[in-house]
């Protein structure tokens, strides 16, 4: 089957009590046992959900994986797999990282006794420099948020698998549509299914998807002990949304091409992030590693002044400020003080995101609005 076909149809059936086309919302915490022990596969909602199982099965398909979890978050999948490991345990992460992710690894786990080393990992050999006998995983992300840097999934699969250790890969910037990292060789793949995925701007989610048995059921196990799972209401929209991710995901796609190549023709701008760009550095490992380029753009005006960058945010009128991506509306982000404050400022400039920075989600309005919100904010 192929992609649309898998978004629409893949683990989905008609519900068998009454033929409804639409995965019902089982809006319920428990379930009647005919017996002590004796029940029809369900318990208690916390362990397992009908309208839940048919999207983890849905999402698993589109990922090419077995095992599909989703969680009450990104960040609640994120906390499931940092659970996977023990005090003493390593943990690369690539430097260019979600400022969450950051913050759960080094504000939370660090304080367990798991150790994170952060490395720029769009070189693999800084990876296979940073390798000690304490390195359990690896965590990446590509296209990075939010320089768009792109990470070679396949060469780092290729150094994490002779090591006999896991590779994490967030896939929430590219979505299933544009990239499917387990078939490059990572170990697990990891969204928050709150941006593309849903799509809507009307959920938060996390979702894991893996082949490796004992993983998916060491994670199951920590999502029923632990409790971060996504009730049934929001797992009936996620499912709606990705009926169209194929869809919308064309159109961000589109869009962002000709968002970037009006933004590098434009004279006040300084630098424009989109590996779409023929002059971005990652611009031919993304052509091979991905099927588009993505609805992400980021850019700089010429001066770096910051009343002029926040200037910019304020002037617009069909963009709308604020945090998150992936919905069907354009959003612009500031990352130094929203997605990424929680990074320290030295840490963050250390990495090239400099505090001018603007982050577009190019949504999926007519192009020509979007570029005319943009003509009259920059000015
Ligand atoms: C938003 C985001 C997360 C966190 O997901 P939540 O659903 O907000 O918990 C993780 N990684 C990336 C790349 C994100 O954009």
């Known amino acids: 089957m192929k992609f649309g076909t898998k978004a629409i149809h893949a683990g989905i059936e008609p519900d068998p009590t009454t033929g409804a086309i639409m995965t019902p919302i089982y809006q319920t915490s428990t379930y009647v046992q005919e017996s002590p022990g004796k029940h029809k596969g ?16 849905n999402l698993a398909a589109l990922e090419n994986g077995q095992y599909g979890i989703c969680f009450a978050s990104g960040l609640g999948a994120t906390d499931a797999i940092l ?11 690539s430097s260019d990282l979600y400022g ?9 786990f660090q304080e367990f006794g798991l150790t ?28 990075t948020n ?27 910037f590219a979505s299933p549509y544009l990239q499917n990292p387990l078939d490059l060789g990572a170990t ?5 299914v709150t941006k593309y995925l849903g799509g809507h701007s009307d959920t938060v989610m996390g979702a894991i998807v893996t082949n490796d048995e004992a993983i998916a059921q060491r994670l199951k196990f920590i999502q029923n002990a632990c409790g971060a799972v996504p009730g049934p209401q929001d797992c009936f929209l996620v499912l709606r949304g990705i009926k169209t991710l194929h869809v919308r995901m064309q159109r961000h796609c589109e869009n962002a091409m000709q968002v970037a190549r009006f933004l590098q023709s434009h004279p006040k701008v300084s630098q424009v992030y989109y590996p779409g760009l023929e002059n971005h550095p990652g611009h031919a490992l993304a052509k091979e590693q991905m099927r588009g380029f993505g609805g992400m753009v980021s850019f700089t005006l010429h001066g770096d002044s910051l009343p002029e960058a926040v200037k910019v945010m304020e002037s617009f009128t069909v963009f709308s400020l604020g945090e998150s991506l992936g919905g069907v509306e354009s959003l612009c982000t ?5 997605t990424h404050a929680s990074i320290p400022k030295e ?3 250390k990495n090239g995101l400099k505090d001018t920075l603007i982050r577009l989600s190019v949504g999926i309005e007519d192009v020509e609005d979007l570029i005319q919100d943009l003509k009259q904010a920059i000015g």
């Open 42 to 57: 369900y318990e208690y909602a916390r362990t397992q959900n009908p309208t839940r199982d048919v999207l983890q099965n």
């Open 83 to 93: 659970k996977l490991f023990k005090p003493g345990d390593e943990i690369i992460a």
């Open 100 to 108: 969450g992710t950051y913050r759960i690894m080094v504000r939370v």
């Open 116 to 143: 994170f080393k952060f490395v720029s990992l769009d070189n693999p050999d800084n990876l296979k420099a940073a390798l000690t006998d304490a390195t359990k995983m690896v965590w990446i992300e590509t296209p």
């Open 146 to 172: 939010p320089l768009l840097r792109i990470v070679d999934i396949r060469a780092i699969a290729a150094i994490t698998q002779e090591k006999g250790i896991q590779l994490v890969v967030d896939n929430t």
């Open 188 to 192: 697990i793949v990891m969204h928050s």
């Open 334 to 338: 500031h990352p130094a003080s929203m």
């Open 347 to 349: 840490e963050r400039e």
